[in-house]
């Protein structure tokens, strides 16, 4: 049976990782400190969820208290690891960059110190973002472009890469990052656009829409498609060195479009304040895939409308 340890475990991603690979066969080791995007509610109930699992260890760890990171990692050999945990939200990054900088980067160090001193032959999978791309002179984006963050957030993620790349570079890890963009689903987190509008809806309360379909523009990825590539890097991929991949859908839609799109499959209509896009916020975010799809066979399946729809069916779902 093969070993995981899950950074990040019970948060948005995370959880939906843990749950897939404890239902695939896999002992997963799960740390999280509490401290992201959600109240201590939205935690409890995803660890719950794990817990009626039988090959799931779970321990409440800070990735920057050294002695408890090095401690998991000494008294256990993971085939893999998969760094989930993060400090997220562009907009919210601007006001104290240093925690970003600190949970992101420091955080990451940490681990990576870590593995390298007890799991180094471990397979590592890290988790940056879209967010790395900032402006870019073209779209869609391919992983060979140079980076140009424009938000703390943004730019603690490409820290992160490069911190990880310095550790493979000279101790020989194997690490596969993942670009995702704009991952949705359920247990989404709080701060994304599906989760606001659903809490529009639900307050029937005014939905402040920044910009419009020509210059606010993402490619959601639903994450199903996010957790299956996941799965085939830790079931078929064979790690080298390190690897950069995006993961989208490669379809982006406009804020305009997405709204509409959005209350075409709950049935309402929503009351709008349009507002100007904020300047951290990349104007348009496109992924090329083509170097996932040749190398992991990775296709996003789940479209928009497709994707919504499972979201607002399992919501229903837990209600009744």
């Known amino acids: 049976m093969k070993s995981v340890l899950i950074t990040g475990a019970i948060g948005f991603i995370g959880s939906h990782l843990a749950e897939n690979l404890l239902k695939n066969g896999f002992k997963i080791t799960g740390i999280d400190n509490f401290s992201g995007a959600y109240d201590k509610k939205y935690y409890l109930d995803n660890l719950n969820l794990l817990n009626k699992h ?174 299956k590539v996941i799965t085939k890097i830790v079931n078929n991929y064979s790690f080298k060195s390190y690897e950069i991949f995006n993961i989208g859908q490669s379809h982006p839609i406009g804020i305009q479009s997405f709204v509409k799109k959005f209350c075409g499959v709950v049935g309402k209509k929503i009351k709008i304040n349009q507002v100007s896009r904020l300047n951290i916020e990349i104007p348009i975010v496109s992924a090329d895939i083509t170097k996932a799809e040749k190398i992991l066979k990775f296709k996003a399946k789940i479209n928009l409308s497709s994707g919504l729809q499972n979201l607002l069916l399992q919501l229903n779902e837990k209600k009744n």
């Not at 799931?56 to 893999?80: G, H, P, S």
């Not at 006001?95 to 949970?103: A, D, E, G, I, M």
């Not at 829409?209 to 959601?220: A, E, F």
Request: glycine share 4%; net charge positive.
């Open 54 to 227: 039988k090959y799931l260890t779970f321990n409440k760890i800070n990735l920057l208290n050294k002695k408890a990171v090095c401690f998991i990692l000494k008294k256990k050999r993971f085939d893999y690891i998969i760094h989930c945990a993060a400090k997220t939200n562009v907009r919210k990054s601007t006001k104290n960059p240093h925690q970003y900088l600190k949970n992101n980067v420091l955080g990451t160090q940490i681990l990576l110190e870590a593995i390298k001193q007890y799991n180094p032959l471990s397979k590592i999978v890290m988790f940056s973002s879209s967010s790395v791309y900032g402006k870019q002179r073209g779209i869609p984006f391919r992983e060979n472009m140079v980076p140009n963050p424009i938000s703390p957030y943004g730019f603690s993620k490409y820290l992160m890469e490069l911190v990880a790349k310095y550790y493979s570079d000279n101790y020989k890890l194997r690490i596969v990052i993942l670009r995702p963009f704009s991952v949705y689903g359920p247990r989404g987190r709080e701060d994304m656009l599906p989760s606001i509008l659903l809490k529009s809806v639900k307050n029937d309360a005014l939905f402040t829409q920044y910009g419009n379909d020509k210059n606010n523009q993402r490619d959601w990825t639903y994450i199903n498609d996010v957790v």
